[in-house]
């Protein structure tokens, strides 16, 4: 079984529990998510790792496409946007603002109690690949971790904390790269 697949079963992105992460990181950012639109997204809008060898490689940064092109077929062009920038390097590699989603689903990271998500990607091995390429840095923002998977865990959850808190007005991204280039078996930028 593909490491996608496994993290949409049991891992980082279980399908029966981070869209209700995501609904809790929606709900502080921007109220309550009445619109039964949303809650679709939510439960979408990651949905296309199902297949994929890899997390942040080429195949996995494309997993955005599936659950834009459902939300677009569903409620239209927004919608499919609203999916597809869910991702931030999605989003700056193709010149657009990340959606709303994105930072809710940036911040369900840092609700998702740790005792929690680290079993769940380590059973899944996605861990692996989140901590190789956490020794590298986007930007001045992101300190290299070593292999401690509690420190990064940490130092995650205060970064996607102050990337949404600094973002999430429309301020231009700084800390993400774009051009990061990955290594097509293991997901590992290079």
Known sequence: MRIGTKSVLFGAHCFFLHPWFVAEAWRKLYGFPFDPRLWI??????????????MDGPEGECHVEWGAGLAGWLFGDEWK??????SRY?????????????????LSFCLTPRWMYLPMVTATGEVREYLKNAQKADSGHWKPTGYDKRLWHAQLCVYMERWVKQHMDGKHDTWTDAGRNSSMDSGVWK
């Not at 997204?41 to 890899?54: A, E, Q, R, T």
Request: net charge positive; glycine share 8%; hydrophobic share 30%.
């Open 81 to 86: 946007n609203f999916c597809l920038y869910h």
């Open 41 to 54: 997204c939510f439960f979408i809008h990651d949905l296309g790792y199902v297949g994929k060898p890899n």
């Open 90 to 106: 999605y989003a700056k590699k193709n010149g657009e603002s990340p959606s709303r989603l994105c930072f809710a689903d940036k």
